[in-house]
């Protein structure tokens, strides 16, 4: 477990792909224990200790999970991310490896004056499958899902995408990149061809901009790049 900031109210730190968030069946060891452990030694703290759990990043996903450190935090932290394309969100950025390919056209995209892309669907979740549909229109089973993407770096046979997520659905980055021929490299459930050796997908929680939720500072914190060559070469 790497420590990329902390204070008396929050802690950021950057998950490794494979390690969970949260407990699950699996009954792994989830980072908020970790994230306990270490604030326990670290502080000497007696009996139990507290740590709010305000979001979640997928097992094969790598990068920044903020938690709340007091009671006081937690709940401004939980408004702050339901309240993503407010001012007074959680600004959240990702990187993403995937194919050097032509982007599928879609009706729902529209070009900004920043480069970057617009991108809207209607997704859909299957709990069985654990995966998320796409489509261009709503149905009634569906969440309206928005991200921002634009290519900012490349290699030879891929190409570093940055995503700016402004919906928070299941599986969203994945689904929606996919949807556009761009799965991201070595997810296999999105149509990637083949894996990546450590199980891993290359998708990068790159970046996170708030205000902090006590001394209302604005915080801007970024994650190092994976230890991958691949992730090298593409960087912009």
Not at 78 to 96: I, R
Request: with cysteine; proline share 6%; net charge positive.
């Amino acid at each position: 477990m790497r420590v990329v900031y902390e204070d008396n109210h929050i802690i950021v730190v950057y998950k490794e792909s494979g390690e969970i968030v949260q407990g699950d069946k699996t009954g792994d060891v989830p980072l908020s224990d970790i994230v306990k452990g270490y604030i326990k030694e670290k502080y000497q703290k007696p009996g139990n200790v507290f740590l709010g759990v305000v979001h979640r990043l997928d097992r094969p996903v790598y990068g920044l999970v903020l938690f709340a450190r007091t009671s006081k935090a937690l709940p401004r932290l939980n408004k702050m991310f339901q309240n993503k394309e407010g001012e007074e969100g959680v600004k959240k950025t990702y990187w993403a490896i995937v194919p050097k390919a032509e982007e599928k056209k879609s009706k729902n995209a529209e070009v900004l004056p920043d480069g970057f892309t617009r991108l809207t669907h209607w997704l859909s979740r299957n709990e069985k499958q654990n995966k998320s549909y796409a489509y261009d229109s709503e149905r009634h089973d569906t969440k309206k899902a928005i991200l921002e993407y634009k290519i900012i770096g490349s290699s030879d046979r891929y190409q570093l995408v940055e995503i700016r997520l402004l919906t928070g659905r299941h599986h969203q980055i994945r689904c929606q990149l996919a949807k556009i021929g761009l799965p991201i490299k070595g997810d296999l459930k999105y149509g990637a061809p083949r894996s990546n050796p450590n199980g891993s997908i290359s998708l990068l929680s790159r970046k996170m901009e708030f205000i902090h939720p006590v001394s209302k500072e604005p915080i801007s914190i970024t994650a190092p790049l994976p230890d991958d060559k691949l992730w090298k070469a593409v960087e912009p």
